[in-house]
C-alpha cells in the first residue's frame, strides 16, 4: 500500500514539474508598436497598398512629372544665333568663333565665297557630329542669316519641333514643311528635311525692300521704253 502511494506521488510531481516548466519557457508576444500620427500640412493620403503594408514605399515622380518640372514656365526669348555666332557680327568676327566652334569644320579662306546674286560674302562649311553643314550670310559685312543643317542620322524632325516648342513656346506658323518662331529682331525656323536657320528680320526686310524697289524701277523704265515706239 505505501509503494502505491509513493508511485502516485512521484507521478503527480513530474506532470506538475512540466506544466511550470512550459509556462516558465513560453514566449510573451509583444503587443504591435503604433505608427506615429501624421498631423498638419505635412499628412499625406496613404495608397492602398501602403495602407496594407506600411512598409510599402511611396511611387516615385514618373519620367514624365520629372521632365515637366524643368521646363520653363515661360518662353524663352528666341535665340540670336548659334552659342556665340551671332546675327549683326562682323565676318572677321564669325571667321574666329568657327575655327574654335567643335560642330563645324571651318577651313578658313577656302569656306568663304561671293553670293551670285548680291555678290555678298557667305561662309559655307561642313559639320561635325550632330551638324552636316553651315551656311553662314553677309550684308555690309553683318552676319544676317545662319543655315545650319543638322545630321539625320543622329537627330530627327520631332525631335527638334518638341525642345523648340518647349524653350519657346508655341511656333508663329506652322506648315507640313516649315516651323516658325519670330518676333520684331529674329525669325527662327525649322525646316524640313531637317534644317534649322536664324534670319535677322531687320535687314531682311531692308533686302527685301530694297529688291521692290529695284524691281519697281526696272518695271518703270520698261514702260518708259515701250512708249518711245
Not at 144 to 167: E, H, V
Not at 202 to 214: E, L, S, T
Request: aromatic share 8%.
Amino acid at each position: 500500500m505505501r509503494t502505491v502511494k509513493v508511485t502516485l506521488c512521484f507521478c503527480c510531481a513530474l506532470l506538475l514539474g512540466g506544466t511550470l516548466a512550459a509556462q516558465t519557457t513560453a514566449p510573451v508576444a509583444n503587443p504591435p508598436a503604433a505608427a506615429p500620427a501624421q498631423t498638419g500640412s505635412s499628412a499625406q493620403a496613404a495608397s492602398p497598398a501602403q495602407a496594407a503594408n506600411p512598409a510599402v514605399p511611396a511611387p516615385a515622380a514618373s519620367a514624365t512629372q520629372t521632365a515637366a518640372a524643368t521646363l520653363p514656365n515661360h518662353p524663352l526669348a528666341l535665340p540670336r544665333g548659334f552659342q556665340d555666332i551671332l546675327l549683326g557680327l562682323p565676318m572677321p568676327e564669325v571667321k574666329k568663333l568657327l575655327e574654335k566652334n567643335p560642330y563645324f569644320a571651318y577651313r578658313g579662306d577656302p569656306d568663304v565665297s561671293l553670293a551670285p546674286v548680291d555678290k555678298q560674302p557667305i561662309i559655307e562649311t561642313a559639320g561635325v557630329h550632330f551638324v552636316s553643314s553651315g551656311i553662314f550670310q553677309f550684308h555690309n559685312n553683318a552676319l544676317y542669316t545662319i543655315t545650319i543643317a543638322l545630321n539625320p542620322q543622329i537627330l530627327d524632325f520631332y525631335t527638334m519641333f518638341t525642345t523648340l516648342s518647349n524653350k519657346y513656346g508655341d511656333p508663329t506658323s506652322l506648315s507640313p514643311d516649315e516651323v516658325v518662331w519670330e518676333n520684331d529682331q529674329v525669325r527662327l525656323s525649322l525646316e524640313k528635311p531637317l534644317t534649322i536657320k536664324y534670319i535677322d528680320r531687320v535687314v531682311f526686310n531692308q533686302i527685301r525692300d530694297a529688291g521692290k524697289a529695284q524691281q519697281s524701277l526696272q518695271q518703270l523704265s520698261r514702260q518708259d521704253f515701250v512708249q518711245l515706239f
